[in-house]
């Protein structure tokens, strides 16, 4: 396998020029196939990717988002769909349409949202040579490279590399949560903040199949963001415990409300509401219909949360009326 032709085709990908829409920090450039192609190149490197068919997931979406929020300010959002199906033009990405969408996909020339895209590909593969070489971890490092220095000003070159860095160490903290949780570090020997933080996120999210436990709401951006949050049950500053069972996925507004003790969770599994949600000043709308129902856990019935954590909010967090 040659890996030469690939690095030159990640060199001189076709991505929009523009002085004016775009700044010094990516060479005045749009960097949406960069950021898809090093978040690929994460997925490879976590071992997720194990056949030649990139699909649009949740994980893929946050390695984006990530890359993105390095660079840009928040208020600056990206498009996944854009590189998701423009890269087509690469030469070694190759859409994959969905039944009876051939002809629809062909006549497109440009997809901007992620569910559009989704209704008209199943995925998209690479050349079978560029699949093989993403196995060998040397050759992901050359690609990576390339990507940094030809799309990147010189000062986001190491933010980036190291981004790779904590996105691995990230996953592998994760998934040592969700299969080994006895084995969980003490404090002493703890992954940095950042790892630590996102590896935590990453399990929750995963276990809870990116769905919220409260609502049921599952929600992606076209940049990538999530709406589902990982909440430790008794916070990281008094458990320091990262074990799944004290966690549980929640979107953010149910998230507040459970930092807030304004909701809750019974010894069997059912939300509770604090009398303060029905105060005149509050309009909770929606929230008032969760009371008293099921919470939607992980598959697995040992990553469901721990009834002492569970007793521990009840008796410190939540704002019951007593």
Known sequence: MNLEPYLKAFAKLRVDKNTKHWSASTTYR???KPFLLLSILDLFAQGIIQSNLIEITPELGGLFADYWSKVFPPDYHGNLALPFFHLRSSGFWHLIPRPNCEEELLQNGSIETLNYLNRLVIGAKLD?????????????????????????????????????????????????????????????????????????????????????????????????????????????????????????????????????????????????????????????????????????????????PNPESLKWHRQNMFRNGE
């Open 30 to 32: 749009a960097p949406h």
């Open 128 to 304: 079978e040579d560029l699949f093989d070489l993403l196995y060998i971890e040397e050759a992901r490092n050359e690609l990576r490279r390339i990507l940094i220095q030809t799309y990147f000003a010189p000062e986001f070159h190491p933010i980036l590399l190291s981004q790779g860095k904590v996105n691995l160490e990230a996953f592998q903290y994760s998934q040592q949560l969700i299969y080994s949780p006895d084995n969980q570090t003490s404090e002493s020997m703890q992954p940095r903040h950042l790892v630590r933080d996102q590896g935590f996120h990453q399990a929750i999210v995963h276990i809870y199949n990116h769905r919220c436990a409260f609502c049921g709401i599952r929600m992606m951006t076209t940049d990538g963001h999530s709406v589902i949050e990982a909440a430790h049950i008794i916070p990281w500053s008094i458990s320091h415990n990262d074990i799944p069972d004290n966690g549980i996925a929640l979107c953010r507004l149910c998230h507040w409300t459970f930092d807030e003790g304004l909701t809750s969770i019974s010894n069997s599994y059912l939300v509770l509401l604090s009398p303060e949600l029905r105060s005149t000043l509050n309009m909770a709308g929606q929230l008032l219909a969760l009371e008293n129902r099921a919470i939607i856990g992980p598959d697995e019935k040992d990553l469901w």
